[in-house]
């Protein structure tokens, strides 16, 4: 039992006092991100017992970004994100026709990031961001203009908090929480608008180049 207590004890000295340089002033760095929200679902709708209706999905996303830092602990960073939703709605039984709908999404965001002064090789870290959205959204249901039924695009706010294990002084291991929120006009038709709030779990890798 001591000899266990000895090494968790020396686990954690390691782990949170050793001390790393990465977010310094003239530092680059290289990051990309998925979103924990991607799946593959299965849905199966019944009317007595029977199935009529079974519905597939299939979702994911990621985001690769680079920024410098104008000081230490602070960053401006540019990062692209896209994401891609594929929803079938197969027919059984007495159902009507198959249908699919789906949906891309790319953003570019100008960002603002701080990492936490922290020693050691856990950080915690900030970001605040506003950019450009462009939606789409096909359907097998629309039989013209390549199965178009929405093109939007608008601004996007984000916000996130997240925190950076490293591994080394030149790689980091991220997770955290984004919350998006999206306004957006239709461009075939500029009555239609939406709004869109996104909050989602993302795991990613950040690499830090020296000067």
């Known amino acids: 039992m001591k000899l266990i207590t000895i090494f968790a004890i020396l686990f954690f000295q390691i782990l949170f006092t050793a001390c790393y340089s990465q977010t310094k002033k003239g530092t680059f760095l290289l990051a990309g991100k998925t979103d924990l929200n991607f799946l593959f679902s299965k849905t199966s709708i019944s009317m007595d017992s ?91 249901t629309v039989l013209t203009n390549n199965n178009l039924v929405y093109s939007l695009a608008g601004t996007s706010f984000n916000g996130a908090a997240g925190i950076s294990y490293f591994i080394t002084k030149w790689v980091a291991f991220d997770l955290g929480f984004q919350y998006s ?11 239609v608008s939406r709004k869109q709030n996104i909050v989602a779990a993302t795991l990613g890798v950040t690499i830090f180049i020296f000067k």
């Open 50 to 140: 029977v199935v009529t209706n079974q519905s597939k999905d299939n979702q994911f996303g990621f985001n690769l970004g680079v920024g410098y830092f104008l000081a230490d602990h602070f960053a401006i960073a540019l990062s692209g994100a896209y994401s891609y939703t594929d929803n079938k709605f197969a027919p059984v039984n007495y159902s009507p026709a198959a249908t699919e709908t789906i949906t891309t999404t790319l953003a570019v965001i100008p960002q603002l990031i701080y990492y936490f002064p922290l020693e050691g090789r856990v950080k915690p870290s900030l970001t605040f961001g506003a950019g450009y959205t462009w939606l789409k959204e096909r359907s097998s």
């Open 181 to 191: 929120h999206n306004r957006f006009k239709d461009k075939l038709n500029p009555r």
